[in-house]
């Protein structure tokens, strides 16, 4: 005689039914996801305006620099340059001026880091949407501070950089 | 008496009491991941800006600094310096900015001495980031400010 399903059963075949919608519904994400392009390098400019010189003496080549909002890794510093900060004056006389700001300095840091793109933007390391003219906040494992994107750009130090091996191979030919 | 035959049902009820069973266990017996923590004294220097005289009027080297609402240890103060506040002037008629001393606020540098944890890279006294840039509300027996860190000494 065949055995009839109760409630349990139909409890469990829901159950199943459930697991096997969840899973589906994962899959499909990630076949969404994996429509994004593979990690490419890039150079994030970041400026960093009106700092005293504690900050800029404490951005180092090198440093690993992180997303302080969204608490992931954004890339390497690979360069960083510094220079007095400026604002807008209007004179008594009406002329607009840009004039320098004392102990004030803008921080230029190059960041080295591997972006992804999707439909929607770039993304830092996978993570860290970056554009343009955001702000954000960035640290270092020594200091933190906000800053601006200014550009994003194909990496242009690596045309002409040589391993340490191929340089006295070069020096030798 | 008829006896239950084995069904589906019942052996899905098997492989589900498996699966968590065997999830249980391999829960159980995760290994733990113990971060190795390295210590070392560090000193870093920690800025109040535009208070008045009586601030360090009440400060002695060798206070114990402590942060304002956790009551946390961030440190001693081993010692201080003062400077006249900054005022940053905007001389419309000449064009440019001038820094002028305020003559009644003072800014003051003080260096605190603590043990750090180095946690992930970041040194940590208290379970607080020490770097630059971080601003702290802080506070020793019978004073108490908002500051920022502007140097770390490791």
Known sequence: MKRKLNWIDYGLILLAIAVVSILGIKFGVNQELSTEKELQERVVEIEVRGVRNYTVDAVKEGDALYSNDMKHYFGEIVGVDSKPSTEIMITDSGDVLEVEVPERYILGLQVRTDISERDTGYYSEGVTEIKVNSIGSYRTDRVQFSGTVTSISEPTYRTDYLQIGEMTKKTEE | ?154
């Open chain 2, 1 to 154: 008496m008829k006896q239950k035959k084995f069904g589906i049902v019942d052996i899905l009820i098997l492989i589900s009491l498996v699966a968590v069973i065997g999830l249980g266990i391999s829960f159980i017996r995760r290994p733990e991941v113990v971060e190795q923590v390295e210590t070392k004294v560090i000193r870093y220097s920690f800025e109040v800006t535009n208070v008045g005289e009586e601030f360090t009027d009440n400060m002695d080297i060798g206070d114990s600094l402590y942060h304002s609402s956790k009551d946390t240890y961030l440190g001693e103060l081993v010692d201080y310096e003062a400077s006249p506040s900054q005022i940053f002037h905007r001389d419309t008629e000449n064009g440019e900015i001038v820094i002028i001393d305020n003559p009644i606020r003072i800014d003051v540098k003080m260096i605190v001495e603590a043990e750090a944890k180095v946690v992930g890279g970041i040194l940590k006294v208290s379970d607080e980031d020490i770097m630059v840039g971080r601003g702290l509300p802080i506070k020793g027996k019978g004073y108490a400010s908002y500051g920022f860190i502007v140097e770390i000494e490791e």
